[in-house]
């Protein structure tokens, strides 16, 4: 029995070692949010779809989302560029982490300046081995901010 508890433990080490090793670094993560913003920006369905969620959703200060609602929104945005800086990640075990940064962007929606620094953030968890966004929201800053 002793024996059996001691190759457990080792087991449940190990793995745990392995798991936490798995969780993504600051600068993977950014580089994935910068992945789904640069493929939005492009208007490219097929890469955003690599990025984030089938089941996403969004909140923004015009309502929430969802995947339909941020695919038809895509093809109404003409972002000039981004920019993200302040970027913040808090891992939650080895298969959810949550990233908060402002994004500044030049660009108009529906034809309307757009522009602006926007505070945003995601929640991330890893699907079927990969990282997906399942949660983002973005808020302008107010005038002064």
Known sequence: MKKLLS????ALIATSAIS???APTEE???????GAWQAFKDKNAD?????????MVGVYDDGMSDMAKELAD???????????SNFKQTAEG????????VV??????????????????????????NW?????????????S
């Open 7 to 10: 190759y457990m433990m080792t």
């Open 20 to 22: 936490f090793a798995a």
């Open 28 to 34: 993977q993560m950014m580089e994935k949010e910068k």
């Open 47 to 55: 890469a955003f779809k690599k990025f984030v969620s089938a089941e």
């Open 74 to 84: 895509m093809q109404k945005w003409d972002m000039k560029s981004f920019e993200i």
């Open 94 to 101: 080895p298969n959810g982490v949550a990233v908060t940064y």
């Open 104 to 129: 500044k962007v030049e660009g108009t929606y529906n034809g309307k300046d757009a522009s602006g620094t926007y505070n945003a953030g995601s929640v991330w968890v890893k699907e079927r081995g």
């Open 132 to 144: 997906k966004a399942i949660f983002h929201t973005n808020m302008k800053q107010a005038a002064g």
